[in-house]
């Protein structure tokens, strides 16, 4: 089934087609009109440089009428193996078609409502058929029954014209455009970005980068480069000042020698002020008590710091090189 994008912002275009797999682009004077565009032969040139295959409008009263804006907008410099010329379906517009495609031009009869107008256009010979799926079910018609009534006539009478599934809404109109078995497919960017989403794909992923990160990945790369240290003597007033400075809950308490004390945190303050009351702020952190610090060497992978977080159950590991505190890691460095 071809892909095609269904746009006229020129943005959205340069993304979709960097995909590197899109059939070709379709557009419409109702959507220039939209993105402010004043320039259309200018801006057919420019599109028709950027994508496979463009499928623009040619317009017209009579047959004749519209095979003249066709052989125009040629003259602009299009190829024509690789432009495909849009008519509403009508009399003049299945005539139009026979015309075009007498000369050797590809032809998109659309805005198709009926099986009847589908049929007088596979008869002329059009290059693609399109029914309009979004603005058919608005109207409360069973738009998907005549996609797949134009797919069996395709096959049952050997018509080579394409089917191609237009007015996409949402992902489900992509999916029963497969169902039906519809030969082409034209999508605004917005439902193309989310064809291969899925949350359940999406977790999945995550994981396996996060196992792969823990398997590749050094204790001293994942941590941010802040080494969250303090002295001893400090009080516990300017360790909390740097605690909101370092942005952690924890800080490494540091002898003179520069051997690890212990670890402060901010769960520690609150038990101390609850039992000895705003007074202990006035203390220096060489007056309390530790229990030995949790530590990882910095050159060990993570997911030996990954085994140590799940069996002490902390947030936070002091890292160490040579002894000495060179940072901390947080569980959330893990992901990250």
Not at 37 to 45: E, L, R, S, Y
Not at 68 to 77: D, F, I, K, V
């Amino acid at each position: 089934m071809e892909l095609y994008l269904d746009s006229a912002n020129l943005k959205e275009i340069e993304e979709g087609f960097k995909l590197g797999f899109l059939n070709g682009l379709t557009t419409t004077p109702t959507f220039m009109q939209k993105e402010g565009i004043t320039d259309i032969d200018g801006t057919i040139v420019k599109l028709s440089k950027m994508v496979p295959v463009l499928q623009i409008e040619a317009l017209g009263n009579t047959a004749e009428e519209i095979l003249a804006e066709a052989e125009r907008q040629l003259a602009l410099g299009l190829d024509k193996t690789k432009t495909v010329f849009k008519i509403p379906v009508s009399l003049e517009g299945v005539r139009a078609c026979k015309l075009l495609r007498d000369k050797d031009l590809l032809v998109n009869v659309h805005l198709v409502y009926t099986l009847q107008q589908a049929y007088m256009a596979m008869h002329a010979g059009a290059t693609y058929v399109c029914p309009l799926v979004g603005r058919l079910q608005d109207q409360g018609h069973d738009a998907l029954a005549l996609v797949e009534q134009c797919v069996n006539a395709v096959d049952l009478y050997g018509y080579d014209t394409k089917i191609m599934f237009s007015s996409v809404r949402h992902t489900e109109h992509v999916r029963n455009a497969i169902n039906v078995g519809v030969h082409t497919i034209t999508v605004p960017l917005k439902v193309l970005k989310q064809l291969t989403e899925n949350n359940f794909t999406t977790v999945g992923t995550d994981q396996f980068i996060m196992d792969t990160r823990l398997m590749m990945v050094k204790v001293k790369e994942a941590i941010n480069g802040v080494n969250p240290v303090v002295s001893e003597d400090t009080t516990l007033t300017e360790a909390i000042v740097k605690m909101t400075e370092y942005g952690f809950g924890a800080i490494t308490v540091t002898r003179k020698d520069g051997s690890i004390r212990g670890v402060f945190t901010d769960g520690g303050l609150r038990k101390l002020l609850v039992d000895k009351g705003r007074d202990v702020l006035n203390a220096k952190l060489s007056d309390l008590e530790y229990r030995d610090p949790i530590s990882v060497d910095g050159n060990v992978l993570l997911n030996d710091a990954n085994v140590l977080f799940k069996k002490t159950n902390v947030d936070t590991i002091v890292v160490t090189d040579n002894g000495k505190p060179v940072g901390m890691l947080d569980i959330q460095d893990l992901k990250s």
